[in-house]
């Protein structure tokens, strides 16, 4: 069969439309939300800079009628999303860290590696995931497009500074063989292409390999209204039953998955190729799962729980700030972004946005805004009114440590229902 593509020329300054399904290149789709036009979320000017011209882009979700898989109506070049700088490194962030290290145990439960195998992790970033497979004593190989592979270089995690291509592979190949167990951790949803991306992964594998997908859970960003997490590197959202249908179409078959708590509810998927491996009893309740929540009534009301969250964070926000309180933001993940710039948040309604001491985005504005980027200190001594937490999906983690470092203000986390916290537990 002829598989769709929506392959974009690198470095292009382009987009391109989607009008036919990324897995099954069906026209059926369904506009199930539109967020309005977002820039870019790495473009941040530095603070001070006049305000000048800069792309925005349509997000619009769609779901298509065949298959099931969502996806944005747009794909931006690349070249725009992941710069060579992209400052992205996993091993920054504790939930990473800990679900990277259960990966490894689970794959070692599972009885996937054998002693010596290979594993190759696509978009492997800092070589935090493969640091774990490496400990264990396992060969391993990251292919990372980006200088965050010169990090896992330097910490002794082999690892190949380019995009995922036939290329790669082919070298992979040629100095270590095939892979028993390759990984795509958060990095599956972000390569345009898709179906090359699968058929290059099958290529790599063993012929009794395993490919591990993690990604963004489609049902999760329903459940808790995650429409923060829709932003242009992020093309596809994955359920169960279009990771199947996307998988199927290249031999490989899953016989497991499992829910995980990062990125604020991701699934976790294991397939191989097709007979190799009896599936686990963990699928069918998670497609069932599946069939009740994202029938057409329940994305009907995804999208009214939408509507209304950017309405009720606006009302609680308009009430503070006519009492003159100050509002500082915590935290300027891509996610951010999202959400500021939908529900129009400017430098009058948020002071600044503060970061850990070393962020790169300090002294940067907010994408699409002027709202400023400053050292998370000033919240310990500024001491505004309330906090915003912008990485709310980890606010059980982030409300004690700033706690514990003086912030004796309120919390106001946006999502799902945007609400006020006078304590240190959401």
């Known amino acids: 069969m002829t598989r769709p593509s929506v392959k974009l020329a690198a470095g292009t300054g382009g987009s ?12 059926a789709l369904r506009s199930l939300l539109f967020i309005g036009y977002l820039p870019p979320v790495n473009g941040m000017p530095a603070i001070g800079a006049r305000p000048v011209e800069q792309p925005a882009y349509p997000a619009e979700v769609l779901r298509c009628d065949r298959c099931s898989l969502v996806q944005l109506g747009l794909v931006v070049d690349p070249a725009i999303l992941f710069p060579p700088t992209y400052p992205y490194t996993s091993g920054t962030t504790r939930i990473l860290r800990e679900n990277f290290a259960r990966l490894a145990s689970e794959v070692a439960d599972l009885a996937l590696l054998g002693p010596g195998s ?8 800092d070589g935090t995931l493969l640091a774990n497979f490496q400990g264990q004593g396992h060969r391993v190989r990251g292919i990372e497009p980006t200088n965050a592979g010169n990090l896992a270089n330097g910490r002794g995690i082999p690892t190949h500074i380019s ?8 070298r992979v190949l040629r100095e270590e063989g095939p892979a028993q167990v390759v990984t795509a951790a958060n990095v ?3 390569i345009e292409d898709v179906h090359a991306v699968v058929d290059n992964i099958v290529a790599l594998m063993a012929r009794d390999g395993v490919f591990i997908s993690e990604s963004h859970y489609w049902l999760s960003l329903v459940e808790t209204v995650q429409y923060d997490t829709i932003y242009h590197e992020h093309l596809r959202y994955y359920s169960l039953e279009s990771l199947e249908a996307l998988l199927g179409e290249h031999g490989l ?28 009893a963990a699928l069918a309740p998670l497609r069932a799962q599946e069939r009740v929540a994202l029938d057409p009534q329940g994305l009907a009301r995804f999208r009214q729980r939408v509507i209304r969250s950017k309405l009720d964070l606006l009302a609680l926000l308009r009430d503070l700030k006519r009492t003159g309180a100050r509002i500082y933001g915590v935290g300027a993940p891509s996610r951010a972004s999202t959400l500021i710039n939908y529900v129009g948040l ?4 948020l002071d600044c946005v503060v970061e850990i001491a070393g962020s790169y985005k300090i002294g940067l504005y907010i994408p699409g805004t002027v709202i400023p980027v400053r050292d998370e200190s000033c919240l310990f001594t500024d001491q505004p009114e309330y906090a915003l937490l912008l990485s709310w999906h980890i606010a059980d983690e982030l409300m004690p440590k700033l706690r514990q470092n003086g912030f004796k203000g309120d919390f106001i986390i946006p999502l799902p229902e945007p609400r006020v916290v006078k304590g240190g537990t959401a």
């Open 118 to 125: 290979l594993v190759v992790d696509i978009g492997s970033n």
């Open 346 to 349: 400017d430098d009058g309604i």
């Open 188 to 190: 599956f949803a972000h």
């Open 16 to 27: 391109v439309v989607v009008d036919a399904c990324q897995v099954c290149g069906s026209t």
């Open 163 to 170: 995009f995922f291509d036939r290329a790669a592979v082919e």
């Open 253 to 280: 078959q899953v016989f497991h998955a499992r829910r995980i708590p990062t990125h604020g509810g991701s699934i976790r998927v294991y397939a191989t190729r097709a007979g190799l491996r009896p599936p686990t």
